[in-house]
């Protein structure tokens, strides 16, 4: 189990909500990272730009936050086919669901979109259901 630190999550969180605020207020865009990637490798626009720095954004401060000595959230310990499934599964999921969490948990939900309140809570029902057959019923404890 993780140790709850409030003060990080806090700070992680109002980042999220403000680089969602300013890609929305400084290019019209809403951050699904889902759709950014769409945008990227399936269906390549006529501006691809804002799309990979954002995406490399993402990829940079995690980096820079390991850097500092924190340790970053890092799947060890979970057997990789499993890794691969889940991946695999996120994604087809995410296609389904015309979006991941960042595009509707964070800002469809801040639109208020049913559609998005909807998905969001799929995704939470999913994770809890998830996380609780693989923990209690299949064993995985890492």
């Given at each position: ?43 390549p626009s006529t501006a691809p730009g ?93």
């Open positions: 189990m993780t140790s709850f630190t409030p003060v990080q999550a806090l700070a992680g969180g109002l980042l999220i909500g403000l680089s969602a605020i300013l890609l929305l207020w400084l290019n019209g865009r809403i951050a699904g990272v889902t759709g950014m990637i769409t945008g990227l490798l399936v269906k804002w799309r990979l720095l954002f995406l490399v954004g993402i990829v940079a401060g995690t980096a820079v936050y390991g850097l500092l000595g924190h340790s970053t959230p890092l799947r060890q310990g979970f057997p990789t086919p499993l890794l691969i499934v889940a991946g695999l599964l996120t994604g087809y999921g995410t296609a389904q669901a015309n979006g991941c969490t960042s595009g509707h948990g964070v800002c469809g939900m801040a639109r208020f979109s049913v559609r998005s309140f909807a998905a969001t809570c799929t995704f939470l029902g999913v994770a809890i259901v998830t996380t609780y057959v693989l923990r209690h019923v299949a064993g995985v404890t890492a």
